[in-house]
């Protein structure tokens, strides 16, 4: 999918491209057999990817740090659409004793889970560390899905197994895993405030949710476990996700408004690789304006996505020690 796919709207090999939205790309698909658990999903695209799941009929369950702001949202999606299944509780990515809170709270209702969407995040933010004094960006957008994913791992296996449908999980990137530091990933240092950047750090974490998809698909198909992993990049959407750079984003829109995507089409991506049939068995891909593409080289690199494994399960048990 090139710049003038991106910019005309025309459809690619799936049937869908860049002007596609969620409901769109969605329509027809019965999704009541199945719940989902999506981090972030009280605003922004995520706010939209919640309703039209829910309008499809999923179970969804919205992971949200601010409670109020999910409550409104679950409110919302119901007097949308009557009859939906939305439940909120509580997580923050930055903390990941709230990771496992969240998790235990979620085991504890002996639901099935049959697809999580790692969606929330954090964007360009000035230099600060953690809960678990840990560089925020990374924090938040990589190591709390990493943790959150493993710990509902065994719930999703068995749930594939029991009902025999297909499980999937979903890893928001973005186009920005292609802006980060030299060697992708700056292990050695990662809270270093010298050579901070808060673009790079961004572009940093987002080239983690990719390798983390690449490295979990491929654990899970050697397993042989019945669960797709995959990473998209929803667009270029203004959404409160840019409130650090609010000024800075608003004036590059101005310059770049053709390739910006409103809220439903940002959502399309997600919702396309989360229910669309005809991925089915479809696993370890990058997908853009709802078609497979090829991320960047770091991001294809296996050893490197075998190195930061290594490196988070090091940090979350650390962190659990403390």
Not at 12 to 33: H, K
Not at 56 to 80: E, F, P
Request: proline share 2%.
């Amino acid at each position: 999918m090139g710049l003038f796919s991106l910019i005309t709207g025309l459809p690619g090999p799936s049937g869908f491209g860049s002007a596609s939205t969620a409901e769109e790309v969605t329509e027809g698909v019965d999704a009541s057999d199945l719940t989902i658990i999506i981090t972030g999903g009280a605003s922004g695209i995520g706010f939209e990817t919640a309703r039209v799941l829910a309008l499809r009929g999923a179970h969804v369950i919205i992971a949200a740090r601010n409670l109020d702001s999910a409550m409104l949202t679950k409110q919302s999606i119901i007097k949308d659409s009557a009859g939906s299944r939305v439940e909120v509780l509580k997580l923050d990515l930055c903390s990941l004793k709230s990771v496992r809170a969240f998790v235990d709270e979620f085991l504890a209702l002996h639901l099935p889970l049959n697809i999580l969407i790692n969606n929330a995040g954090v964007m360009f933010c000035p230099y600060q560390l953690s809960k678990d004094n840990i560089e925020l960006q990374f924090a938040t957008n990589h190591l709390g899905h990493f943790h959150l994913t493993n710990l509902l791992l065994d719930k999703m296996k068995r749930t594939a197994k029991e009902t025999g449908i297909e499980g999937r999980i979903v890893n928001l990137a973005s186009i920005a895993h292609r802006y980060t530091y030299k060697k992708g990933i700056r292990f050695d240092k990662l809270n270093d405030k010298s050579g901070y950047s808060d673009k790079k750090a961004y572009g940093q974490s987002k080239l983690a949710n990719i390798l983390h998809a690449n490295e979990l698909s491929r654990r899970l198909q050697e397993e042989g476990a019945n669960i797709t992993v995959n990473s998209v990049h929803p667009g270029v959407i203004m959404t409160n996700l840019m409130r650090h750079s609010a000024f800075l984003m608003s004036l590059l829109k101005v310059f770049s408004f053709f390739i910006w995507k409103n809220v439903p089409q940002g959502a399309a991506t997600t919702c396309f690789v989360t229910l669309h049939p005809s991925l089915k068995g479809v696993t370890g891909k990058y997908f853009f304006d709802c078609n497979e593409t090829h991320p960047s080289a770091l991001a294809r690199n296996g050893q490197l996505a075998k190195k930061l494994w290594d490196f988070s399960n090091k940090l979350v048990e650390t962190a659990e020690l403390s």
